[in-house]
Antibody, heavy 120, light 108 residues
Framework: EVQLVESGGGLVQPGGSLRLSCTAS????????MTWVRQAPGKGLNWVSA????????YYADSVKGRFTISRDKSKNTLYLQMNSLRAEDTAVYYC?????????????WGQGTLVTVSS | DIQMTQSPSSLSASVGDRVTITCRAS??????LNWYQQKPGKAPKLLIY???SLQSGVPSRFSGSGSGTDFTLTISSLQPEDFATYYC??????????FGGGTKVEIK
């Protein structure tokens, strides 16, 4: 059974940092691209970042480029999102999600989400 | 970046109604278009992939159509458990995958 469990969310002051983790199980982690999607309170889904299965290719939304860093640890089956220089507008539930195996496949499994609140 | 526009942003419907939601891409995504359902406090759930393929376990009252820039999600007979928010997402530029703004389906 595929499982994605996020952790690391919480309250942080503007300008601060936070690292989110997503522990994966039930599939061959290194074979799949992974992604972070966020949802501000009462708003829609926004794609944030993605990483290839090998970890060699990284992708970012313009809104987080230069502030967020995505990475993965194959030995721990874990996906990370390092978030620096946080702003109030980064407040959201952050979902870790798994892409399908092939180009064009959908995001087919999501974690339960972790809430990040940026406030003084 | 490819922009995705959904309409309407919300709608009211009754149980048994036929509901149609549209999604338009700013450029052709061929058939790489997916639909998700999200209920309050829950993660999104994949309903339709590749524009018209039904995800395993999803009821057959859900269907998708379209290609290029214009796509449609149809619920043939709305059920109480279908009241939720629906999102389209393009996977043409995966693993970048932009979403539409969402359509909230509410009870009339």
């Amino acid at each position: 059974e595929v499982q994605l469990v996020e952790s690391g969310g919480g309250l942080v002051q503007p300008g601060g940092s936070l690292r989110l983790s997503c522990t994966a199980s039930g599939f061959t982690f290194s074979s799949y691209a992974m992604t972070w999607v966020r949802q501000a309170p009462g708003k829609g889904l926004n794609w944030v970042s993605a990483i290839s299965g090998s970890g060699e290719s990284l992708y970012y939304a313009d809104s987080v480029k230069g502030r967020f860093t995505i990475s993965r640890d194959k030995s721990k089956n874990t996906l990370y999102l390092q978030m620096n220089s946080l702003r109030a507008e980064d407040t959201a539930v952050y979902y870790c999600a798994k892409w399908g195996r092939n180009y064009g496949d959908p995001v087919d499994f999501w974690g339960q989400g972790t809430l990040v609140t940026v406030s003084s | 970046d490819i922009q995705m526009t959904q309409s309407p942003s919300s709608l009211s419907a009754s149980v048994g109604d036929r509901v149609t939601i549209t999604c338009r891409a700013s450029q052709s995504v061929i058939g790489y278009l997916n639909w998700y359902q999200q209920k309050p406090g829950k993660a999104p759930k994949l309903l339709i992939y590749a524009a018209s393929s039904l995800q395993s376990g999803v009821p057959s009252r859900f269907s998708g159509s379209g290609s290029g820039t214009d796509f449609t999600l149809t619920i043939s007979s709305l059920q109480p458990e279908d009241f939720a928010t629906y999102y389209c997402q393009q996977s043409f530029s995966s693993p970048r995958g932009t979403f539409g703004g969402g359509t909230k389906v509410e009870i009339k």
